[in-house]
């Protein structure tokens, strides 16, 4: 393990202590740091690698090992994974950095009164060399007829050309499910459905579509004092959108009262 060198945790990450550690020992695995099949320190060692409690450690590897990155072992300790994963098995087209940035998404959600729209500006985060995650931005969601509004955070992995993964209501931890779009030519609009649960026995699927924020419209801080347009209103734009170059921030914000 004298090839491993992992710095400590950055105090500035809004990420938390376990996911933080997760994305390190994530990141060390995929460049081959720890290649497949090495033994993986144990949780004290890891504990005092990164600052961290061993209850930390614990909750990052069961992270890595839900992602199929790890094995443990009863009374031999945690593995690197000797296999790749299904997922990991297709080839990437190209680097998530490419889809590093804002995007404006919109989709529909099932209600007892019928779909309903919501609307969001995410920001895409790339992790490694083929995974990201996502997390909404500024200004607040919009989610019609419901408050709070759905905030929604994403892990995901890039397959050829498509975005694949899960997501996660913040604001209602109840909900959640799986993401799946098709990137288009010029990597600016991403479309394609959601899988949510509705209950025990019940799973519901609806179009998401996505499109790149141009960054030259975009404030370094975003919008925190205007909002987003009515969501039925954004959520008409993205699905009708035909261009395939970003979308100016201001199609999908409304004037603040002092403009």
């Known amino acids: 393990m004298s090839s491993m060198d992992i710095a400590s945790l950055d105090p500035d990450d809004a990420r ?34 990164f600052g961290v409690s ?53 989709y529909r959600f099932h209600s007892d009164q019928g779909p ?9 985060t790339p992790q490694s060399g083929r ?22 955070e994403i892990e995901a992995q890039l397959a050829n050309r498509h975005f694949i993964g899960f997501w996660k209501n913040m604001s209602d931890t109840r909900y959640f499910g799986s993401v799946h779009l098709a990137i288009l030519p010029g990597e600016n609009v991403m479309t394609g459905y959601y899988t949510s649960f509705t209950s025990d026995v019940r799973v519901d699927a609806m179009p998401w579509t996505w499109v790149r924020l141009d960054p030259a419209s975009v404030g370094p801080s975003g919008y925190p004092h205007v909002s987003l347009k ?30």
């Open 230 to 259: 009515d969501p039925a209103t954004v959520n008409d734009l993205l699905t009708q959108y035909t261009d395939r170059s970003p979308m100016t921030a201001s199609a999908v914000l409304e004037k603040s009262e002092s403009e």
């Open 116 to 124: 309903k729209p919501h609307a969001d500006i995410t920001r895409i």
């Open 16 to 49: 938390a202590p376990y996911a933080q550690v997760a994305a390190a020992l994530r990141q060390e695995i995929e460049l081959g740091v720890l290649g497949p099949g090495v033994k993986l320190p144990t949780h004290q060692r890891l504990a005092d690698m």
């Open 54 to 106: 061993v209850g930390t450690v614990k909750r990052a590897l069961g992270e890595l090992q839900g992602a199929g990155l790890i094995v443990s072992r009863q009374g031999q300790g945690a593995f690197v994974r000797t296999r790749k994963s299904v997922l990991e098995s297709v080839p990437s087209t190209f680097s998530p950095a490419i889809l590093d940035g804002l995007w404006v998404t919109a």
């Open 131 to 152: 995974r990201l995650t996502s997390t909404n931005y500024s200004p607040e969601p919009r989610t019609q007829d419901h408050f709070p509004p759905f905030r929604t």
